[in-house]
């Protein structure tokens, strides 16, 4: 696997390296700012499969610098892992919001270090012979994609606060691991998604999962939020200060069906006239167990999905 790591002190630079090469890791280049890093990935070939970012660095900080990477196309999905002391929510959410995977402090527990590097690894295995989440909609010849599969996650993009998925469950297993408390999880699952992927061409598909995220995010009542596509029709989402009063919500999903019944779905025959997402109340993360907060970030979608009861389709 090719690791750039990139941080400004010097000493951070040779104990990462020492740990990923007793790791089995001896492909990393390091660089000690974010302009000798741009030039370095710049120039990268073959391209590099990995990046460990320090967030704090003179001139241009790390979360800059995972943004601008996240931009050029061949790393749209690349696994990046901010290395860094710096450990409020703040940070965190600033990190995530630039296009991190995942986040480790400092000081670094180097079996936890070591356990990651070999996810991220065994992640770009399994994906090495994948098409990319972000899928680019129309080859050269205007031939009709390789269709989603219905059930996975994707990242959508262009959809204000989304991350992926894997990068929200790191996200929250990151602030569990703080402490850090007053968050809630919700979710939204489109009513008829299958009958629309079996329907409808995948450009048109994704064009209904881009203006329904965008208008969930839009009308949330809820504050540092991130939100994924988590596959089978599903949105899923974690936030501060989410309103979990039942009225309240409830006037949240009319807003949001309001708007939706906007947008214009396709003509095909046997398609809904518009598009509709139910909900289920957003529900209190536990801040101190990690595990617990991910069953309740899954939870919610289940109770999404019980109120759509679009099951009818369920197996298209």
Same mark, same amino acid.
């Given at each position: ?62 979360? @800059? $610098? ?5 931009? &050029?196309? =061949?790393?749209?999905?690349?696994? /990046?892992?901010?290395?860094? *002391?710096? %450990? ?47 899928i680019s909609l129309l080859d050269k010849q205007d031939q009709e994609p390789d269709r989603i ?14 991350? @992926? $998925? ?5 996200? &929250?297993? =990151?602030?569990?691991?703080?402490? /850090?408390?007053?968050?809630? *999880?919700? %979710? ?123 099951t009818s389709w369920a197996q298209v």
């Amino acid at each position: 696997m090719k690791i750039l790591v990139v941080d400004d002190d010097p000493m951070v630079l040779e104990v990462l390296k020492h740990s990923l090469a007793h790791s089995g890791y001896d492909d990393v280049t390091v660089a000690q700012s974010a302009v000798e890093a741009s030039q370095i990935i710049a120039k990268a070939n073959p391209a590099f499969e990995c990046f460990l970012l320090d967030m704090s660095m003179p001139e241009i900080e790390g979360d @800059d $610098l995972c943004y601008w990477v996240r931009q &050029l196309p =061949q790393y749209a999905s690349t696994p /990046i892992l901010m290395v860094t *002391a710096l %450990a409020n929510k703040r940070d965190i959410d600033r990190a995530f919001a630039a296009g991190a995977s995942d986040y480790i402090t400092k000081p670094i527990d180097m079996s936890d270090f070591g356990m990651r590097i070999q996810q991220i690894d065994r992640k770009n295995s399994q994906n090495a012979f994948k098409a990319p989440a972000s899928i680019s909609l129309l080859d050269k010849q205007d031939q009709e994609p390789d269709r989603i599969d219905f059930s996975k996650p994707v990242h959508l993009g262009e959809i204000t606060g989304e991350v @992926d $998925l894997a990068s929200l469950e790191n996200y &929250l297993l =990151q602030l569990s691991r703080k402490g /850090i408390e007053g968050l809630s *999880a919700f %979710a939204f699952t489109i009513a008829d998604a299958a009958k629309f992927h079996f329907v409808c061409t995948t450009e048109e598909y994704l064009d209904i999962l881009k203006s329904t995220g965008q208008i969930i995010s839009d009308h949330l009542a809820a504050s540092g939020f991130f939100l994924s596509y988590a596959g089978s029709g599903s949105f899923v989402g974690v936030g501060q200060n989410a309103n979990l009063h039942h009225d309240e919500w409830e006037k949240t999903e009319r807003s949001i069906q309001e708007a939706l019944a906007k947008v214009a779905v396709p003509s095909s025959l046997g398609l809904p006239s518009k598009i509709q997402v139910f909900s289920g109340v957003p529900l209190r993360l536990n801040g101190k167990y990690a595990e617990r907060s991910l069953d309740i970030l899954y939870r919610t979608i289940v109770e999404a999905e019980d109120r759509c009861g679009d099951t009818s389709w369920a197996q298209v």
